[in-house]
């Protein structure tokens, strides 16, 4: 399974991807290709240090977003990606990407969606949201994702309890901690449906 990664800040979840490639828990996908839309961040560090190709397709090189969509599909498409993996990817892909791609995509987000996504749901503000809300529970949402922000047919959740009185950065490494190993998981079902041996042919009997 080709894979490529959409980043736009600390990419600890594309390390998690890169080091169950590395030691053989994903044996059938390959990274080939991380787009970040901004630059100098450590996502981009994690990607040159393990020989994985990148490309910066910042909005600002473009003449509108819809522009710079379309980069980004036509970029995965490039690289012959069968499913491209939104790892922190905080900006929404606008229609000319998904015209552009016609693989799968799919967003891991750190709430029980529907709870807590949509416009601003990145990171920490999720995890404020979580708290103030006063949420017992909260988790890991593994969706596809369509041209509907957040609101793609969950692949899986993943639920834990919230600890009175813990900050969102508590949580947030908490949750953190589930999404890696619930993406490696994904990815390895994914990866496994998609390189299933074909039935055996049947034959006649004469
Ligand atoms: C992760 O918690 C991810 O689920 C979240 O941003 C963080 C990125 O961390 N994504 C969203 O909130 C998407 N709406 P990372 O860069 O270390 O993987």
């Known amino acids: 399974m080709r894979l490529g990664i959409l980043v736009s800040g600390r990419g600890s979840n ?6 169950a490639i590395a030691s053989g828990q994903l044996q059938a996908v390959e990274a080939v290709l991380v787009i970040a839309n901004r630059p100098g961040i450590r996502a981009l560090e994690v990607a040159a240090r393990r ?5 910066l397709l910042a909005s600002s090189d473009f003449e509108s977003g819809e ?8 970029a995965l498409a490039e690289s012959a990606c069968d499913v491209a993996l939104l790892a922190g990817y905080d900006q929404v892909l606008r229609p000319p990407y998904f015209a552009a791609f016609g693989g799968r995509t799919i967003n891991i987000h750190p709430s029980l969606l529907p709870r807590h996504g949509g416009q601003g749901m990145v990171g920490l503000a999720v995890h404020a949201a979580v708290l103030a809300a006063g949420e017992r529970e909260t988790g890991v949402t593994i969706h596809d994702v369509t041209p509907v922000l957040d609101a793609g047919p969950a692949i899986v959740q993943v639920r834990l309890l919230v600890v009175p009185g813990e900050s969102a950065g508590d949580l947030a490494e908490r949750v953190l901690e589930v999404e890696h190993r619930a993406l490696v998981a994904v990815l390895g079902q994914l990866s496994a449906s998609m390189t299933a041996a074909p039935p055996a042919p049947i034959r006649a009997r004469r």
């Open 14 to 19: 594309l390390e998690a991807v890169l080091d």
């Open 51 to 55: 020989g994985v190709p990148w490309r």
């Open 67 to 74: 522009a710079r969509d379309g980069a980004i599909g036509r």
